[in-house]
């Protein structure tokens, strides 16, 4: 099975922006979608953003609308998530995830698997 192991988390202020990049153990090309979660302690599991390369197409939560940008790298074997703007409601643990199920874009959690380990993100004024 194809493991995803994210990076790019950290400690930004307010407005700044982070790269939060997923790295795959294997061929991604395969997968229907290529999603970002998010979930804070004792919180429910949210879906940020959501790519299908396959079908050309992008989704987002409309809390991240217009300043967070999902990109596949079917080469690489990577997805990121360009974080701009940030706010302190951002401030979480943040999933990749994939999936061979469709329809995916806008999917939740429970339709995703392969999940990544997380990587905290931490927004500060």
Not at 18 to 36: H, K, P, V
Not at 59 to 84: C, H, K, P, W
């Amino acid at each position: 099975q194809v493991q995803l192991v994210e990076s790019g988390g950290g400690s930004v202020h307010t407005g700044g922006s982070l790269r939060l990049t997923c790295a795959a153990s294997g061929d991604i090309s395969n997968f229907q979608c290529m999603a970002w979660f998010r979930q804070g302690p004792g919180q429910m599991r949210e879906g940020v953003a959501w790519v299908s390369q396959r079908w050309a197409m992008t989704q987002y939560d409309e809390s991240v609308e217009g300043r967070f940008t999902i990109s596949q790298d079917n080469a690489q074997n990577m997805v990121s998530l360009q974080m701009n703007n940030l706010r302190s409601d951002d401030t979480t643990t943040y999933y990749c995830a994939a999936t061979s199920a469709w329809p995916c874009v806008g999917a939740g959690p429970a339709r995703f698997g392969p999940w990544g380990q997380g990587t905290q993100v931490t927004v500060s004024s």
